[in-house]
């Protein structure tokens, strides 16, 4: 078999941007396996997952295959809504579990697990017989589904998926192929997971965003947006739209943004060589406005700003912030509300 | 005039000799908030700014004290635990502003919360607090902002909620309260506690709602509010313009494959329960005023 590996699902049904079929091939010989990894590597896997550009496909994984006698679904996650962690299986493994949850619920099993009393026996027991096992394969599965909970706990997974699960023709269990998702705010407990991370598998102004502290989204559009706080920093994208404009990123500083992370943050917003405009829009609450507006002079100077400005300050001491602005001699436009920034950035950008 | 804050609350400050403790302290203690106590495990007997006395553990700001109300400065690995521990010392009210805190260990605090002999109630985390204008500050919300008034505001953004308060006290609409219930997926009080804590406040008469994509929370509160609100109400979801399958900032804000948790499933379920919707953030207090003139 082999198997490109990115950070996405639905490979085996993908396509490469240059037309190749499948993320995962069964190969007969060695040459045919050569052959295949060569069309692979390099070329960009487009499956449900992944944006329109696909992912570039930087690494294989060549396994043995196997004789499986049926495909199984098998996961731990920690389910948001009830707080607790939820079983989920399904006989349907090997495809798209959302497609099978779908078109037929009643294949998919949950099994609930208190997170203060943890796995039992019986959660086990009842997986197994559910997903219809006999004999040792019900011992079996209960040592793979402990082996997927301590894990999910011990690491601080979102999910963790073995798919497919499969049965081979003597009857024993084979986890085939697995997908683990991490909390992020629980990677300081985890070192050796944090350092799995593949920076390659990600956008590099994201990379560097992170690097900052910054919580930087690239998107398609041509007005960049700098924001203190996500969901603000959401209105200001949707508000930006509503005028006729498009955001060409998400851009979340902060709480507490410092003059070199919004240094940082113009340098990220002006890689991306599609903006034609940057709308800042801050209501300073611990962050101070006056902070925000030296942050914003320095960064300006610094990176030697060569699109239309808009700044929108609002919030703790206001008025030094917006003193400092006109002070600095740049060339921006200071807005009194996000309507009025919103407005003429997207004005200033299509004229 | 409020709901769960005013002059009578004292508040205990967990981490308030770290950095955004003391500053914030300082700004709410201007305010006019009651700080009673700050607790800092091995700083208890001290004073803090000369003024509010340090204890060890919130057991003793209770008990010698009197607190009442708790806020949690902590850093992220030590959060969950400043929550059960102020849980445990019988604190009413527990405001968490840490951002950053591990899912697991929220989903044990929600167990704990959940407990028929828990009588405590949690705001946040990742959350900017919750103020009663002219009476109490909890967090780290720019006080002057706000003007004292009838309407109350619930949100699950901090910046935005400034926005939208902004936009109340701009166009001479004091508010009763005001809370950030945070952006994390797990948390304490929901967009529906809210809303019903607002309701049942004979001080309160009309009620703005300011959600985000993903989740079901502001769907559960429409149901809710279609059933039980008269008060007039208006709200907004940030997020229309979010690509599907990506986390905006906020662990809660994320579209599902399966579309669950959109802008316009959310805009909807408000209208159908009759929530006046601003199509945009600047139209915020517009919406409510269609409805509403205080």
Not at chain 2, 124 to 148: A, D, L, R, S, V
Request: overall charge negative; some cysteine.
């Amino acid at each position: 078999m082999v198997k490109a590996q990115i950070h996405a699902g639905g490979r085996g049904k993908g396509t490469f941007t240059d037309g190749y079929k499948g993320g995962v091939q069964l190969c007969d010989s060695p040459e045919k396996a050569k052959s295949t990894a060569l069309s692979m590597l390099g070329n960009h896997l487009v499956t449900k997952q992944t944006s329109p550009q696909g992912r570039k496909v930087q690494t294989l994984y060549f396994t043995e295959g196997c004789d499986i006698d049926h495909e199984y679904y098998l996961a731990v996650v920690l389910d948001r809504e009830s707080a607790q962690t939820v079983i989920i299986a399904s006989t349907e493994g090997g495809m798209d579990i959302e497609a099978v949850a779908e078109k037929t619920p009643e294949k998919i099993i949950r099994v609930p697990v208190s997170l203060d009393m943890g796995l039992k026996p019986h959660h086990c027991r009842l997986v197994a017989f559910k997903l219809g096992f006999t004999g040792t394969q019900v011992k079996e599965l209960s040592k793979i589904l402990n082996g997927l909970y301590n894990f999910s706990i011990e690491k601080n997974t979102e999910l963790i998926e073995i798919n497919p699960l499969v049965t081979n023709k003597e009857g024993s269990l084979i986890a085939l192929d697995a997908k683990v998702s991490f909390d992020g705010n629980a990677l300081y407990k985890n070192p050796d997971i944090a350092e799995l991370r593949d920076t390659n598998e990600e956008d590099p102004k994201e990379v560097e965003a992170s690097a900052f502290n910054l919580n930087y989204i690239a998107l398609e559009g041509n007005i960049a947006c700098m924001v203190n706080g996500a969901g603000l920093a959401m209105a200001t994208m949707d508000i930006i739209k509503s005028y006729g404009g498009e955001p060409a990123n998400f851009l979340d500083v902060g709480g507490g943004a410092n003059e070199e992370q919004v240094t940082a943050a113009f340098k990220i917003i002006l890689s991306d060589p599609n903006v034609k405009g940057i709308l800042v829009n801050i209501f300073g609450g611990i962050m101070k406005c006056d902070i925000i507006a030296r942050g914003i002079v320095s960064a300006a100077k610094n990176v030697s700003l060569s699109v239309p400005l808009v700044v929108r300050l609002e919030g703790t001491n206001v008025e030094a912030g917006k003193v400092i602005l006109k002070e600095s001699g740049l060339e921006l436009t200071s807005a009194d509300s996000l309507a009025e920034a919103a407005e003429i950035i997207t004005k200033q950008v299509t004229a | 005039m409020s709901i769960l804050v005013n002059k009578n609350t004292r508040l205990v400050v967990q981490g308030i000799t770290g950095n955004a403790g003391t500053f914030h302290t300082q700004q709410c203690v201007d305010y006019g908030t009651n700080v009673v106590a700050g607790v800092t495990p091995g700083k208890g007997g001290l004073k803090w700014e000369n003024s509010v006395p340090i204890c060890n553990t919130v057991n003793e700001a209770v008990i010698q004290h009197g607190a009442n109300t708790s806020v949690i400065y902590v850093p992220p690995p030590f959060a969950a635990d400043s929550i059960l521990e102020s849980i445990d010392a019988g604190i009413e009210l527990i405001v968490c502003i840490t951002e950053g805190i591990p899912v697991q260990d929220m989903a044990l605090v929600r167990h704990k919360l959940n407990q028929s002999s828990v009588n405590t109630r949690l705001i946040g985390p990742n959350c900017p607090g919750i103020i009663t204008p002219g009476q109490c500050k909890i967090g780290i919300m720019p006080g002057y902002i706000h003007k004292e008034g009838r309407v109350g505001v619930v949100s699950r953004s901090g910046t935005l909620t400034y926005e939208a308060v902004w936009q109340l006290t701009q166009k001479g609409l004091g508010q009763s309260t005001c809370i950030g219930i945070g952006g994390d997926p797990i948390n304490g009080t929901s967009q529906k506690d809210a809303v019903q804590l607002f309701n049942e406040d004979p001080d309160t008469d009309a009620i703005i709602m300011i959600g985000e994509i993903g989740g079901s929370a502001e769907e559960e509160a429409c149901e809710y509010i279609k059933k039980h609100v008269s008060k007039p109400m208006a709200g907004f979801i940030a997020g229309a313009s979010a690509p599907k399958g990506r986390t905006m900032g906020h662990a809660g804000a994320i579209i599902s494959e399966n579309g669950a948790g959109t802008a316009e499933a959310k805009f909807q379920s408000m209208e159908e329960a009759g929530v006046k919707i601003a199509k945009n953030p600047s139209e915020i207090a517009d919406a409510l005023m269609t409805c509403y003139s205080g």
